[in-house]
């Protein structure tokens, strides 16, 4: 199965509406979309997901539609890095592990 862990650290602590709005849309998208697990956390600027997918496929056509893709586009608005990680898991790790390994080999995209 395919664990995709994400943060994304806003650019300023007002840019969480924004961030929000986004987000609740992402969700009703991803639980159609075939994502078999779902948390997050996050506190003032930095937030953090975990999604567990078994199939790859729906897990990219979700990535690459609907809300998730819209807020892509608005991405540059609201955050000033977001990081990637996908790795193969039969769960979603602990967040403390999750941290640590989106940290040393997630993809980074700053803004």
């Keep these: 199965m ?3 862990i994400t943060s994304i650290e ?3 602590p007002f840019k969480f509406f ?5 987000a ?3 969700i ?3 639980k159609l979309s075939g994502s078999l ?5 996050g506190f003032w600027t930095k937030h953090y997901t975990m999604s567990l997918w078994d199939m790859h496929e729906a897990m990219k056509e979700f990535s690459r539609t609907g809300a998730h893709l819209e807020a892509i586009k ?4 609201i955050a000033k890095e977001i990081r990637v990680l996908s790795i193969e898991a039969e769960g979603l790790p602990e967040w403390k592990t999750a941290k640590a390994r989106l940290f040393n080999e997630g993809k980074i995209l700053n803004f």
Excluded: C, G, N, P
């Excluded at 924004?18 to 986004?22: R, T």
């Excluded at 608005?74 to 608005?77: L, P």
């Design 2 to 4: 395919l664990v995709v």
């Design 10 to 12: 806003l650019r300023s």
């Design 18 to 22: 924004a961030l929000s709005h986004h």
């Design 24 to 26: 609740l849309q992402i």
């Design 28 to 30: 009703k998208q991803m």
């Design 37 to 41: 697990a779902y948390k997050s956390t």
């Design 74 to 77: 608005k991405s540059i608005e």
